[in-house]
């Protein structure tokens, strides 16, 4: 993702992603000099294209890094006409699409989810993933399928990176090769589907009865919506002191979370206001 971002980006420029996103993109694009556009992700459906769209005709949008499969907190997986329809606007308005497919492989839908590389026929997206949810976060490889900037791509590659292992690769390649992948990745996808599936179950059993969790088509994570009056990141301190690790809400949005004393607050400067 990151040499995608080079190919296609500069210092300054305004990228567009999911909110609520994994923190990381958001972590990468500041490193970068890059201005994160959080458009609205509805946590089944995936990013409102009405939101892109407006976005798009409004203001310079470099590029887009979204997951549309199982997108990192909430899981939300697109249906197919709406990859058609991404792929069609952005390829209309020559917004280049990185896409990252990593939970691709593992979703829990019916048949594994396309990406919406496969709906471009612009050539416009950059589809990336690696092998480091299905198989060893150790192998460090992945691809890049870069479209109509393949050039660019192997550029930054080259000025980075240098080659990357052979070895591993032929591995890789003759893992990817036999049966025995396909019969792994149904076995993986069932264990995480149970696990996520005990998960929510235990949420509901141990946890105050006003919390709601989702129940994800993609990705390994859920989304918990505690009660208001919970403070996630004092929690999530006390948590961290007994060895129990989550990630709070907060670093998958740039924007500041609403919360009751927001709402304390207008309500109180409406009624001054009045006076």
């Known amino acids: 993702m990151t040499l995608c971002l080079r190919a296609v980006t500069q210092p ?3 990228v567009a992603v999911e909110s609520p996103t994994y923190y990381v993109m958001l972590q990468l694009l500041e490193s970068m000099g890059l201005r994160a556009l959080e458009i609205p992700t509805h946590p089944l ?8 769209e407006l976005a798009t005709r409004e203001q310079k ?27 069609d606007l952005l390829g209309e308005r020559n917004v280049p699409l990185i896409e990252d497919d990593i939970y691709g492989d ?14 471009d026929s612009h050539g416009n997206t950059m589809l990336c993933t690696s092998f480091s949810k299905t198989v060893s976060p150790g192998l460090r490889v992945g691809f890049v399928a870069a479209g109509k900037r393949a050039d660019e791509l192997v550029l930054q590659k080259t000025l980075t990176s240098g080659k990357t292992s052979a070895l591993t690769q032929r591995v890789l390649a003759e ?3 036999t049966r025995g992948f396909d019969v792994h990745l149904r076995t993986l996808r069932r264990r995480f589907a149970e696990q996520i599936a005990c998960t929510r179950d235990a949420v509901s ?4 009865k006003e ?11 859920l989304w918990v919506a505690l009660p208001d009056d919970v403070d996630a990141s004092l929690l999530h301190s006390k948590a961290i002191a007994e060895g129990i690790a989550f990630v709070p809400g907060a670093p998958a949005s740039m924007r500041p979370p609403w919360s009751t004393r927001s709402d304390d607050a207008l309500r109180r400067l409406g009624q001054l206001i009045s006076q």
């Open 211 to 221: 919390t709601t969790v989702t129940d994800p088509p993609g990705g390994l994570v």
């Open 106 to 119: 593992i979703c829990s839908t019916a048949s594994r989810p396309r990406p919406v590389h496969a709906f």
């Open 61 to 87: 949008i470099a590029a887009c890094l979204l997951t549309p499969n199982g997108v990192n907190p909430i899981g939300s997986v697109m249906p197919d006409t709406a990859k058609q329809a991404l792929a």
């Open 12 to 14: 300054g420029d305004t």
């Open 45 to 52: 459906t995936g990013i409102s294209l009405e939101a892109l």
């Open 175 to 177: 893992l990817l090769d």
């Open 205 to 208: 059993r141990y946890f105050p």
